[in-house]
């Protein structure tokens, strides 16, 4: 992050423009609208800048910049043409450790300024740093759309509550609730029709409602995905951004976890392979103690909670200590990674059915039904393969599959990491061996490996 974003507040504040153009008239325009008092210096004034003084107040002064003229001011910008005087404000400002902006220079600027979306007293902004202004707006465009006006009318109603809102409702937490179900609610649908005497009576009825109301704890048991970010639903991203406490483990990735609500308190219970920062049966405790607290819990598991992610077991807990919960399926692993590596489960030249199993038991064995999985003309997909894939390979060829099926191992699926190793059962454990494998991976047996090589789009996506 090469600027850190804030909101100044300018109201009442002295400003400088350096420069009297069309481009300063736009920078004044836009200081004059937080309610900065602004002074220009500039040798030449525009119409443009010259018919706002009287309408914004402003202090003109004729001149060359020198420069001391920064002095006492809280913000400096530089829009002239002229190259030795921008570096000169640039400087001067920087000497005095005042905030500056020169037009069209980002090597000279202490700031930037970003494409606003104005809903007041809700503002969105939108930057890129300098490098490309022109997307920047090209995307506030299409904030615009996504945010309507009425959205300043519900912040607003807001503000005239929050104080009588604090003072019923003394537990942070339920208030936040509260406020998050007046925003998604019927209060905010009637500001969004314009009826803003209804969203007021609503608003107070709800309150009367709540201001007693003891906090309800709930478990939300979401789905991640495969790694990508973009596979979250729409649902998951939802609960996970008004979520008090995520727990999750080490097949979350970080992008995804950076979609949570920023605030949310972060309990990482990373269940690896004979590395267990907490067993099970205490990931199970603790989510029914975190929602008996009375917080909202997302239990963020990779792929999904129902396939070989031992959610039965969690919410098997849940049920029976009487706390609310909601299950969000999620694209499991099988699916996500094969997909992205080109590789159908099923296909009608080369598998009629589909298998997941798991490569490891609750015992750490591998005592799988080797006979049923050696028949032909089916999809095998391994989860959890890897430390066992030599053995799971001579059980397989020693319960009749051909030496020379293809198999597949697919690394960190679906992300930008992505890696894809094919062989045959009789010499692939020696082929990955020296290949440096980490988990998470996924393994894939059949006749539909070899259409990787045909459909790996995503792979071609990324060359390209």
């Not at 609208?33 to 002064?61: C, D, P, W």
């Not at 976890?257 to 605030?263: H, Q, V």
């Amino acid at each position: 992050m090469d600027y850190f974003p804030l909101f100044i507040k300018l109201q009442n504040k002295p400003c400088l423009v350096i420069g009297a153009g069309e481009i300063a008239a736009r920078k004044i325009e836009l200081l004059a609208r937080a309610g900065a008092n602004i002074t220009v210096i500039a040798l030449e004034i525009s119409h443009h800048v010259a018919s706002l003084e009287q309408k914004y107040n402003l202090t003109i002064q004729q001149r060359v910049f020198t420069p001391n003229d920064v002095i006492n001011f809280a913000l400096v910008i530089s829009a002239t043409d002229n190259r030795s005087t921008n570096e000169l404000v640039a400087q001067s400002s920087e000497t005095h450790k005042i905030l500056v902006n020169v037009v069209d220079s980002p090597d000279l600027c202490g700031f930037i300024f970003p494409a606003i979306i104005d809903r007041s007293p809700i503002i969105a902004a939108v930057s890129s740093g300098g490098a490309a202004p022109v997307l920047a707006r090209l995307l506030r465009a299409k904030i615009e759309t996504i945010i309507p006006p009425a959205y300043g009318q519900l912040a607003q109603l807001a503000e005239r509550y929050r104080n009588k809102v604090k003072t019923l409702i003394k537990e942070p937490a339920q208030r936040r609730i509260f406020w998050e179900n007046i925003f998604q609610g019927s209060v905010a649908e009637a500001v969004f029709a314009g009826n803003n005497d209804s969203a007021d009576q609503q608003l107070q009825y709800v309150l009367q409602q709540q201001k007693n109301t003891a906090p309800v704890g709930e478990v939300y048991l979401i789905g991640a995905g495969p790694g990508a970010a973009d596979l979250l639903t729409f649902r998951a991203l939802r609960l996970m951004q008004q979520a008090d406490v995520i727990v999750y483990d080490h097949l979350v990735s970080p992008e995804i976890m950076d979609l949570a609500r920023r605030d949310s308190e972060k309990i990482y219970v990373g269940k690896q392979r004979d590395k267990h920062t907490l067993p099970q049966e205490s990931i199970n405790t603790l989510l029914a103690d975190l929602a008996k607290e009375g917080k909202r819990v997302v239990r963020l598991k990779g792929g999904d909670p129902f396939i070989f992610g031992r959610g039965g077991e969690e919410i098997e807990t849940l049920m029976e200590q009487g706390i609310h919960f909601q299950v969000v399926p999620g694209i499991t692993a099988a699916s996500g990674c094969s997909t992205y590596a080109g590789i159908p489960l099923t296909h009608r030249d080369h598998a009629q059915s589909c298998t997941f199993v798991t490569g490891h038991l609750k015992d750490n064995s591998i005592n799988l039904n080797w006979t049923q999985l050696a028949l032909p003309n089916q999809t095998i997909v391994i989860y959890m393969g890897l430390v066992g894939l030599e053995k799971i390979c001579e059980a397989l060829i020693a319960h009749g599959s051909p030496k020379d099926l293809p198999i597949a191992l697919v690394q960190q699926g679906t992300t930008n990491n992505q890696r894809v190793v094919t062989g045959v059962l009789e010499s692939f454990a020696n082929k990955i061996a020296n290949l440096d494998i980490k988990p998470p991976t996924l393994v894939i047996i059949g006749n539909v490996v070899t259409l990787h090589d045909k459909l790996n789009w995503f792979q071609l996506n990324n060359q390209n």
